[in-house]
């Protein structure tokens, strides 16, 4: 079964609140989130991506390239919006550094009845995905947020998924959380600003990603487009018993 998000009003919430009644139902999956960047990346890795159950579109370019007329959605949304809406989760955090995770992993004890079971970092502390496969069941482990970077992390997602367990990649915000709790102003989501805010904090990073990244991904629109709405070169099916959607459009 494939879903792509987002679809309609307050995407972020109302996604947040299905994968959270998802889990209280013992029902995980494999998410995933695009952007122009990752799609790019993704792409030219040839990652299957009609193997997630949820593949969600974040970054305005990225919708308008394959004219996908919704809101955006992303991990910085959807995952506080989560924690705040279930109790009691076994979490694994993989990917960046040890001393974030731990920092994250504070942070989520802290603020919520979370307990954070499992960290693994993304450099040698990471194991291969069979070993982390055992480890995160022998934890009871029921979120999985990894932050390895596309398309590592993909990967990795794919070869994770377990029944009754939610794995999601995360983008950048592993290292935003543990940062800084007020990483995008108030205004960055409402004027549609938060890669400008990322770039200013992150110039050496993310300079590439928003010039000669963009460039690439305007030229290769129609291959971003066959890829992304087909999810991977495989066109969008329907999808237990109703029809999976980008952009509003029913598949094709």
Known sequence: MVTVVP?????????AQMLADNLAAGVGGTLTW?????????????????????VGLDGILLCRLVQAECERTSADLVMP????????????LIGSTEETLRTVAA????????????????????????????????ARAQLVIVGLGAPRQDFYVLSLAMSGMLISTCGGWLDQY?????????????????????????????????????????????????????????????????????AGRPAA
């Open 34 to 54: 695009l952007n122009h960047y990752t799609a790019l990346q993704t792409m030219q890795a040839e990652v299957p991506l009609d193997c997630f159950d949820y």
């Open 81 to 92: 919006a989560l924690l705040a809406r279930t109790s009691g989760l076994r979490i694994a």
């Open 178 to 246: 543990a940062g800084d709790g007020d990483y995008y102003p108030a205004w960055a989501y409402p004027l549609r600003l938060n890669w400008l805010v990322r770039l200013v904090r992150e110039p050496r990073r993310l300079w590439r990603r928003y010039s000669i990244d963009v460039v690439r991904a305007l030229r290769m629109r129609r291959a971003l487009t066959e890829f992304v709405t087909g999810l991977g070169g495989e066109p969008l099916r329907a999808a237990g018993g109703a029809s999976a959607r980008v």
């Open 107 to 138: 942070a989520i004890e802290e603020q919520s009845d979370h307990r954070v079971v499992l960290i693994r970092d993304g450099y040698e502390g990471l194991p291969e995905p069979a070993v982390l496969r055992r480890q995160l069941r022998a």
């Open 7 to 15: 679809v309609p009003v307050e995407p972020a919430e109302r996604f």
